[in-house]
């Protein structure tokens, strides 16, 4: 791991045994048919805070660059620099209010502090499954179980304005966002993220290797 990323000590907030019920959105077949360290990462509880350390390859396209800057006053949830074989740390703990926060640290340039993502997977009144990064932008996820891995899949994307939730028209956001999580080996696990737009084609994708860490 990069000296950048080993100085890093990720916010350790409310601790609480709560977090969306992972088990239910997904079903209790497809639940059955993921592989056992999976579903022990995203059972629900995060009591205690765990890193997971790894290496990530990050891309986007040009029309990517102009959907990452103009995320930026939201949170700055999509990376404007491009990358391969980066360190990279995933801190996953509770919010404390019913959510599961997922800190990230990319380190995209070795002589750049490192860029810190942070998004929060929480449930809604009607089930629904979101994910919200600090400023407020956030999606709606459909989650079910592929070739024993668990896959997220955007639905909708929405700002959050005192407290309201306000629908983004397809045209102002980057695409449909797909993330998986894999079994790879015993305690290691592949992410692969990517969006596609129907005009612009693939706008950002992330791809890379992560090991059970320890706990923050």
């Given amino acids: 791991m990069a000296l950048g990323l080993r100085s ?8 609480a045994d709560a977090g969306p019920e992972f088990e239910s959105l997904v079903g209790p077949f497809g639940w059955r048919r993921l592989h056992p360290d999976v579903r022990r990462r995203f059972s629900t509880g995060h009591a205690a805070a765990v890193t997971y350390p790894g290496r990530l390859d990050v891309a986007r396209n040009w029309a990517g660059f102009f959907f990452a800057l103009g995320a930026k006053p939201f949170g700055g949830p999509l990376p404007i620099r491009q990358a391969q074989d980066a360190a990279a740390i995933v801190c996953v703990r509770s919010d404390g209010q019913g959510g599961v926060v997922w800190e990230r640290w990319l380190e995209l340039r070795p002589d750049h ?3 810190r993502v942070a998004s929060t997977k929480q449930t809604d009144a009607n089930g629904q499954l979101l994910e919200c990064v600090d400023g407020g932008l956030g999606m709606a996820l459909r989650v079910f179980e592929q070739n024993h891995g668990l896959v997220f899949v955007s639905q909708s994307y929405f700002i959050t304005v ?3 939730r306000i629908p983004l028209p397809n045209w102002l956001t980057p695409g449909v966002c797909r ?7 015993d305690g290691q696990f592949r992410f692969v993220m990517s969006v596609q737009h129907r005009l612009f084609g693939t706008t950002f994708s992330q791809t890379g290797i992560f090991h059970d860490g320890q706990d923050c």
């Fill in 8 to 15: 890093i000590r990720p916010f350790s907030g409310p601790q």
């Fill in 113 to 115: 502090p490192p860029l």
């Fill in 162 to 164: 005192l407290g309201r």
């Fill in 179 to 185: 993330v998986e999580h894999h079994h790879v080996a």
